[in-house]
Structures are given as C-alpha cells and as structure tokens.
C-alpha cells in the first residue's frame, strides 16, 4: 500500500512540474521616418501567459504564451496598447507560429496604409 502511494505521488509531482523556456526575443519597428529595434531574452513557464515590456515604448506590450510537444514549439503572441492609466487594448489577433527549437517564429504586424511595421523574432531555446 505504502508503494502504491508513493508511486501515485511521484506521477502527481511528475505531471505537475512544468518546463521553462527561454525566448530570445528581436523586435524591429518602422514607420514611414524612424526605425526602433531591441533585442533581450526572457524564460517562460510553458503554458502560463506573460506579458513582456520594452524599454523606451511605453504603449507597447506583448502578450505571449508558450507550449511544447516533442521538439514544437507553439508560440501564441498578441499585440497590446497600454494607456496612460496601464490598461492594455489589444491592436491585433493572437498570432500562434509552431517552430522547433532554436529556429525563429517571426511575427509581423503591418498597420493600415503601408504607415509603419512590427516585426517580432522569437527563438525558443531550452533551458538548462
């Protein structure tokens, strides 16, 4: 008995530990003048939402969520404005780009009348 329940334990803490992930994360913005690019790394629990924040743009967030299965992984990204108030306003849909491991998921956000661009490189590394 006392087995038994120590192998029900030990599938339980199993299923419970979930896998990081780390995101180097690239993202270029344009409009018609200027041209805005940064680059850093952050590690994300697999499954739990995050929402990521650049130095000197303020209005912008990221919301992003990743899951693997096998060597994919799933990345789900959507665009967020933040107001003066830290209330975020979606600008676009959830993107959801599959990749292997250390490969890109680009994501591009074009807005209305050619008057500027995102671009977001994502590449999911594991984490050791």
Do not use: C, W
């Amino acid at each position: 008995m006392l087995k038994k329940t120590l192998l029900s334990a030990l599938i339980a803490a199993s299923t419970i530990a979930t896998a990081h992930i780390n995101l180097n994360i690239d993202i270029t913005i344009t409009d018609q003048v200027n041209e805005y690019k940064n680059k850093g790394s952050v590690v994300v629990e697999e499954n739990v939402p995050m929402t990521i924040e650049f130095t000197d743009i303020d209005a912008l967030v990221v919301g992003i969520n990743a899951q693997t299965e096998d060597n994919i992984v799933t990345i789900q990204a959507r665009f967020f404005e933040k107001n003066d108030a830290d209330e975020l306003s979606p600008i676009s849909d959830v993107f959801t780009v599959p990749v292997p491991f250390n490969e890109p998921a680009i994501i591009t956000l074009d807005e209305p009348n050619n008057a500027g661009s995102i671009i977001l490189s994502i590449i999911p590394t594991i984490v050791e």
